[in-house]
Structures are given as C-alpha cells and as structure tokens.
C-alpha cells in the first residue's frame, strides 16, 4: 500500500496552494503543488506522479520541507552564475576576427590548430587544444574556401573552346 506522510504546520493548506499557483519558477511551483497535494492527504507515490516527479525525489521535498520549512522549497539554482567558459575576450575576439583577414604567419591556410597557436600566444595559456581553435573558427563564420588551383601549363584558349562546344553546357 502507498505511503501517507504527514506535513509539519509550516504553512496551511490553502497557503501552499496559494503559493503553487503564484509562483514563477518552475521547480518551486512544482515542489509548491507536490507539498499542496500531499496536504491534501494523497499518497505521495500518487502526488509525485501526478507532479512529474520520482518517489524518491518527493520524499526528499517532503523531508526537507518539515525539517527545514519554508527556505527548503526555493530553488537552490535561481540566480547562480555558470563561469563562461570562453577562452577569449569580446577584445581578443574582435582581434582574431581581424588576425583571419591575413593569413598566417607561417603561410597557408587559417586552420583549427594554428588559431589554437595564435589563442595561446595571446592569453599567455601553456596549451590550447586545437578543436578550441576550430570552435572559435566557426564562432567567426571563417571559412577557408580558395579558388581551385590552376595547372601552370594549362592552355586557356582550349579550355574555353571546350567549353564553348561541350554539350552539357548549362547556359543561364
């Protein structure tokens, strides 16, 4: 049979509704309606289902709402910052986007491992993978698309005059 539990008298019934229905974030308003169902006196196998949430996941809402009261439902992660990850500045960016206009100091093509290079030498970093030099090659929408090369002893007069008569032809 389904467990009941019990809620300590930190809020009334109709209040944690209350607070299930005004609520903004989405893991608070599901917690709020979890500990409103379970005020409600439903099982919580039934009110963690009924909320989208495992058992054992309610139990721990349940447990800390009683130990802890009110300061237990929020959510923890509202307002947390994630450290960018960036390895370059908008500054530094803005110089590699100019540093792709020329071609690299050692000639060539720019390609992922040579930004890699040039994003070490300007942060002062040890290593720098070279997918991370690819990665800020795609931020900068680079490519690195050349004319096909042509042979040094091709005749242009023949090419043209093949062209001319070649039968797939595409015309515009």
Known sequence: ???TLTL????SSEELKTRYQTST??????RW???????QHWYLLDAASSVGVSYSYARKVV?????NGILSVGNGQKGRRVPSRALLNAEQKAEL?????SPP???GLWSGPKVAQWIAQKTGRAHVHPQRGWDYLKKLSYSGQRPRPRHAQADQEAQSA????SPNESRN
Do not use: C
Request: hydrophobic share 40%; no cysteine; net charge positive.
């Open 1 to 3: 049979m389904a467990r």
């Open 8 to 11: 300590e008298k930190h809020l």
């Open 25 to 30: 974030d989405p893991i608070e308003s599901r």
């Open 33 to 39: 309606h979890l500990l409103w169902l379970v005020s």
């Open 63 to 67: 447990y800390a709402y009683n130990r």
């Open 97 to 101: 986007d100019q540093a792709l206009q």
């Open 105 to 107: 100091a050692d000639g």
């Open 162 to 165: 093949f062209k001319k008569t």
